[in-house]
């Protein structure tokens, strides 16, 4: 029977036209050797990455590398002469067969070539893999060449910033993060801020950690955006349409005034892009600049100040500043300020603020004290704790 079935069939390719043989012979030649060079290139690849990062290759890398690389190769060919092979062009009836049988072998191939690299370098490097369920893998686990650590459960707020979304709290609230063992308490404190800080979005997180290495608390905050944070009280930032005076900078005082030169109001500059200028100025004299009509922008004299230079560099640090009462009696009435933690900026009483206080200085009920610090210092000042969740911030 199947010399039968094989005789008809050699009968019937015999039958062909000579024309046709000869384009099947090129349709077979040219599928076989880009499905070899794809097997070549997916070996190349194997090889490589086995070779360069002892793990093995992704799965499918290979595959698509091969294929990519064979595609390449035929559509310069095809570009350069107008067929892909002898008689196989680019609009010709045998094309289509042509590229899909190419496709199935080269990725055949490609894949098959990929694992070839990947043992061949394996034997020449002697690299030995690890089942997964094997007594090897159970002997790394039991080694704890990593431990999981669980954030806690309730998310504080970090002293002097603001509150972040519910959304990030809940998601944060008991979750587990691993790290590598044998860190130190500081080391593992650094690894843990950074992840919440990268991977939660948040633009500041302190960790406690207690004495046995579990984490004790976890503060959380965002910093201020925009002008709100260093616009003094009663006054507003309001974008008009004007073109500044050339040698103006951030914090000048200037005019604002119409067109026809009727002053409007007065404020300072805070900042530019191209004719629109963003001014502070009184909140009640918002109505009098209206959105689309154009100002005149005139500059005022006046003395050199670092004030602006210093509240931007403030907001992009880690440290905040915070305001604190002394009250009667309390923690702080009668302490020193230069036994402060953090940096005393401003002390004001009832006789005038005082300016960058000596080490020396009293405090005295009643006072109003601005210290600049990080969140751990502030925190440990008069005994306060950021808020929590359960506080209702």
Not at 227 to 256: K, M, N, W, Y
Request: charged letters at 20%; a negative charge; hydrophobic letters at 45%.
């Amino acid at each position: 029977m199947n010399g039968v079935v094989t005789g008809s069939v050699v009968r019937h390719v015999a039958a062909l036209p000579v024309g046709t043989l000869e384009l099947f012979r090129e349709v077979a030649v040219g599928i076989v050797g880009a499905a070899l060079l794809a097997g070549v290139v997916g070996l190349l690849v194997g090889a490589g990455y086995r070779r360069t990062t002892t793990r093995r290759l992704p799965v499918g890398a290979a595959t698509v590398v091969g294929l990519a690389a064979v595609a390449a190769f035929l559509w310069t060919v095809a570009f350069r002469s107008g067929a892909f092979v002898g008689g196989v062009t680019l609009d010709g009836p045998a094309t289509a067969g042509y590229l899909l049988g190419t496709v199935l072998l080269g990725a055949v191939l490609a894949a098959g070539g990929g694992r070839l690299g990947d043992g061949i370098v394996r034997q020449a490097a002697d690299v030995r893999t690890i089942d997964a369920d094997g007594e090897a893998a159970a002997a790394v686990r039991s080694a704890r060449l990593a431990v999981s650590v669980e954030l806690p459960e309730a998310v504080e707020r970090a002293t002097g910033y603001r509150p972040v979304e519910p959304s990030v709290r809940r998601a944060l609230s008991g979750a587990t993060v691993r790290l590598p063992c044998g860190l130190s308490a500081d080391e593992r404190r650094g690894r843990i801020e950074r992840h919440v800080e990268r991977d939660y979005g948040v633009d500041h997180a302190a960790v406690y950690v207690a004495a046995d290495g579990t984490i004790d608390r976890l503060a959380v905050g965002r910093r201020r955006s925009g002008l709100g944070s260093t616009l003094p009280p009663g006054t507003v930032g309001v974008a008009i349409h004007a073109d500044p005076p050339p040698a103006s900078a951030a914090g000048d005082p200037v005019e604002i005034r119409t067109d026809g030169g009727r002053l409007v109001s007065t404020g300072r500059l805070r900042a530019t892009d191209g004719s629109v200028a963003t001014v502070a100025v009184d909140a009640d004299r918002v109505p009098d600049l209206p959105a689309g009509r154009r100002h005149r922008l005139v500059a005022l004299p006046d003395e050199p100040t670092d004030g602006y230079e210093f509240v931007s560099t403030i907001r992009g640090v880690t440290e905040t500043v915070v305001a604190v009462t002394v009250e009667a009696d309390g923690p702080l009435d009668g302490e020193f300020v230069g036994w402060l933690p953090g940096r005393p900026l401003v002390v004001d009483r009832e006789d005038g603020p005082t300016a960058l206080p000596g080490d020396g200085e009293t405090l005295r009920a009643g006072d109003h004290l601005w210290l600049l610090g990080t969140p751990d210092e502030l925190a440990a000042v008069d005994g306060r704790r950021p808020a929590t969740v359960e506080d209702g911030w």
